[in-house]
């Protein structure tokens, strides 16, 4: 859990931090930089937010920031979430993951905006992968060097521990590390596009999608098995559920 402190004012900022810190939660915000303004964690040393909470702090998006910007976020122990599907869809700036890479930060990923794009890691680690291989080409191409060549396994662990560290919640989730909670996604290899397998890694970033996910452990409890949900009314439920928030959005204002 956390608290969702963006907000368009200092006095906004600081309010939402100090109450994060009075319910010991971790923050997290949407970060873009702008042309014109002072940047954005400029602003937050400035006020002692990251001297203070830095590390407890998951910034999302982060585009368009220079160098000194990523630092700030590595040198106070903070944490990026690059959600690369919205970004480049709803012209949020690209995705900023080699930048993230120069200055030494392993980002997570996420969605941001589940109505837009899908919500699944596999999405969001295909457009990851893309995103960044097209940046480290055209770097190439730019200055003549060879490119930097991000794997699908460094993308793979953008979903997973490092998901789970942003969260603060590696010591329980994220790897398969024997003391961890038993945490797994097994995934099936029996559609043609997942045969042959030649690399785990590259299989899951770059080929499966959700319709291979055939087994679901949580905690240690089984609540997916052979691609069938074990609780029968969970989708039913969560449907019905759908239906009428979308009915209470959609009727007239009176």
Known sequence: MALEVTTGSEEGTLANWRLAA??????????????????????????GLLAAHGRRATYIHATDLDASQYALIRDSGGHLSITPAIEMLMGQGYPPLLDALDAGLAPSLSADVEVTVPSDMFTQMRAALQAVRQ????????????????????????????????????????????????????????????????????????????????????????????????????????????????????????
């Open 135 to 254: 940046a480290a080409h055209a770097r190439a191409r730019l200055d003549g060097s060879g490119p930097v060549m991000v794997t699908a396994g460094q993308v793979l662990s953008f979903a997973t521990i490092e998901g789970a560290r942003a969260l603060g919640l590696d010591d329980r989730t994220g790897s398969l590390t024997v003391g961890k909670q038993a945490d797994l996604i097994v995934l099936s290899t029996g559609r043609p596009g997942m045969r042959p397998v030649h690399d785990p890694a590259a299989a899951v970033v770059l080929a499966a999608d959700r319709g291979d996910v055939d087994t679901v452990v949580v905690a240690g409890r089984v609540v997916k098995e052979g691609g069938r949900l074990l609780d029968a009314d969970a989708l039913p439920r969560l449907y019905r559920q759908a239906d009428a928030l979308r009915g209470r959005l959609a009727a007239p204002e009176r």
């Open 22 to 47: 009075e319910l010991d939660l971790p923050v997290a915000l949407h970060v873009l930089g702008r042309i014109g303004e002072e940047p954005p964690l400029t602003m937050l040393r400035r006020l």
